[in-house]
Nanobody, 123 residues
Framework: QVQLVESGGGLVQAGGSLRLSCTVSGRTLNGYVMGWFRQAPGKEREFVARIVETDVSTEYADSAKGRFIISRDNAKNTGYLQMNSLKPEDTAVYYC????????????????WGQGTQVTVSS
């Protein structure tokens, strides 16, 4: 049984920052890709960023480039999404996910998902 638990969401004013965390527990996983996705009301779940365990390479959606930073602490089985210069359009439920597709940007590329954490950015 694998569990992903996100934390760190909340309400912030535009221009502010939040750091989301995602802790993986259960059986040992190796060489996985951790991704962050978000879903706003009435919209499909969309890719935000991903990081690979083996080479720590990262990839970002255009909407996140220059503002968000994804990282991970393999010793703690925890990933992070530092979100800066937040905008009202960043308001969504944010999900972390784990999979093994090296360049995975799609929901179908990830096997395990967290329950999500709400991020609300006020104008």
């Amino acid at each position: 049984q694998v569990q992903l638990v996100e934390s760190g969401g909340g309400l912030v004013q535009a221009g502010g920052s939040l750091r989301l965390s995602c802790t993986v527990s259960g059986r040992t996983l190796n060489g996985y890709v951790m991704g962050w996705f978000r879903q706003a009301p009435g919209k499909e779940r969309e890719f935000v960023a991903r990081i690979v365990e083996t080479d720590v390479s990262t990839e970002y959606a255009d909407s996140a480039k220059g503002r968000f930073i994804i990282s991970r602490d393999n010793a703690k089985n925890t990933g992070y999404l530092q979100m800066n210069s937040l905008k009202p359009e960043d308001t969504a439920v944010y999900y972390c996910a784990v999979g093994w597709a090296y360049r995975g940007r799609g929901v179908e590329d990830y096997t395990y998902w967290g329950q999500g954490t709400q991020v609300t950015v006020s104008s």
